[in-house]
């Protein structure tokens, strides 16, 4: 029996809500342990394994969500594609992390850090590769799973490793690695049940999945890069410490995009799946308004307690967070709008819309980036944030107006029956 929209949104959002408890208490037990300098330390070496996974998924993840759902392929020789795939692209992205390792010139970072970061790729990628076959079918159990199930054990080892073995931020590292390797392991059990897995080499599927893949992969590499850019440059200017604390005052606030992720996400498979995406598009105009309005109130209340709440949680180091997080709350919230209807236009295919709105957001970022904190250090950093997600959201919804023919009055007129979940979105084709 099909699930509703409105039950596997739920879902979704149930699964990233436990990740994010489950995560927060892992980000308590670092904190506390590593303090503003580890915790700064381990942002810094795990951003360039984070910047080359994403490269190295070639948008293999989206682009199989739109095969799957299009069914171009059977699933056996999408599985046999992918397992192709993953070998080559896991290769390539450690050997490119590797280089770039070399022109990070801090002390800090020792080569066993660096090797345990590099290792973590093809962990990474297994889940994720795992984790876009399941949302293309429309498995959400599986795919949830693999949301909290890396939290879950991460929390674990860093019980076991950073505080009660005392190995600090060599523990923290193993203890990523491990969470997202069993992780991994846990996703091919799970795919073996809906086709056995054969290294098959078929150039046609191969090819299919590469070419809407690569559109993708630059789209989130532009998106990567956007989101951590600034850990760099306030790593370059102002040294662990700042990045420890503005990692924290930015995880934070991020919170508030587990509603958009989640309303995205299904949107975007339920997209790839629709014979006739365009009637999706009142269904996302209203999920648009709602999660504004929730996320508006959230970030009203997380401004407000935030600064009670990070130092009691985390220390009184951490307190400087604070002002970090608080400032970069408008540009968190702009980008609520962008996360749904961007999940509408990864949906159609169109990942190369993406790329032509945040490329320029993105040299707006850098260059506002490098004005600011020099000056203001993380607080520039935020407020260069603010200016590029502003920037880009503005444009993804005159993009969306425009490639759907849906007026921007329609996209925010608020209405009655908007409130009404259960009978608006659970049929989305239907106005």
Not at 342 to 364: H, Q, T
Request: with cysteine.
């Amino acid at each position: 029996m099909k699930r509703s929209f409105t039950n596997d949104i739920l879902s979704v959002f149930n699964s990233n809500i436990t990740g994010i408890i489950i995560g927060f208490i892992s980000g308590i037990f670092l904190s506390r342990i590593l303090g503003p300098d580890g915790r700064g330390i381990y942002a810094t070496i795990l951003v360039i394994p984070g910047i080359f996974a994403s490269i190295a998924l070639l948008g293999s993840q989206q682009s199989t969500i739109f095969h799957i759902g299009r069914k171009t392929y059977k699933d056996s020789e999408i599985l046999s594609a992918l397992s192709i795939i993953f070998l080559y692209t896991s290769v390539f992205a450690m050997v490119i992390s590797s280089i770039a390792y070399l022109f990070i010139d801090n002390i800090d970072i020792t080569f066993l850090y660096i090797i345990t970061a590099i290792i973590t790729i093809p962990a990474r990628l297994l889940v994720i590769y795992s984790s876009g076959f399941f949302i293309g079918k429309q498995k959400f159990s599986y795919s949830n799973t693999l949301r909290w199930l890396p939290e879950l054990l991460n929390l674990f080892f860093i019980a076991l490793l950073v505080w009660w073995l005392k190995q600090s931020i060599t523990g923290a590292l193993f203890s990523f690695l491990l969470s997202n390797l069993i992780s991994g392991i846990y996703g091919i059990f799970s795919l073996l049940k809906f086709s056995p897995i054969k290294f098959k080499v078929n150039k046609e599927i191969i090819r299919s999945i590469i070419k809407l893949g690569i559109v993708y992969a630059f789209a989130l590499f532009i998106m990567q890069l956007n989101y951590r850019i600034d850990i760099l440059i306030i790593g370059f200017f102002k040294g662990k410490s700042e990045v420890g604390l503005y990692s924290l005052g930015v995880a934070f606030a991020t919170q508030l995009w587990q509603i958009p992720t989640a309303v995205a996400l299904v949107i975007r498979t339920r997209v790839a799946n629709s014979k006739n995406p365009e009637v999706m598009k009142f269904a996302v105009a209203r999920l648009v308004r709602i999660s504004l309005i929730v996320c508006t109130v959230l970030s009203v209340l997380l401004y407000f307690i935030a600064p009670l709440i990070i130092p009691l949680i985390y220390g009184k180091e951490f307190t400087d967070s604070s002002p970090m997080m608080q400032a970069i709350l408008p540009g968190i919230l702009m980008f609520v709008i962008f996360h749904i209807i961007n999940g509408s236009i990864l949906g159609i295919g169109r990942p190369d819309l993406i790329i032509k709105i945040f490329i320029p957001a993105l040299l707006v970022n850098i260059l506002l980036n490098f004005i600011w904190i020099p000056e203001f250090g993380g607080i520039g950093a935020a407020w260069a944030t603010n200016v590029s997600y502003s920037f880009g959201t503005l444009a993804t919804i005159i993009v969306f107006s425009k490639k759907m023919n849906i007026s921007l009055r329609e996209i925010f007129r608020f209405r009655k029956s908007d409130f009404r979940i259960r009978s608006k979105v659970v049929n989305p084709d239907k106005n």
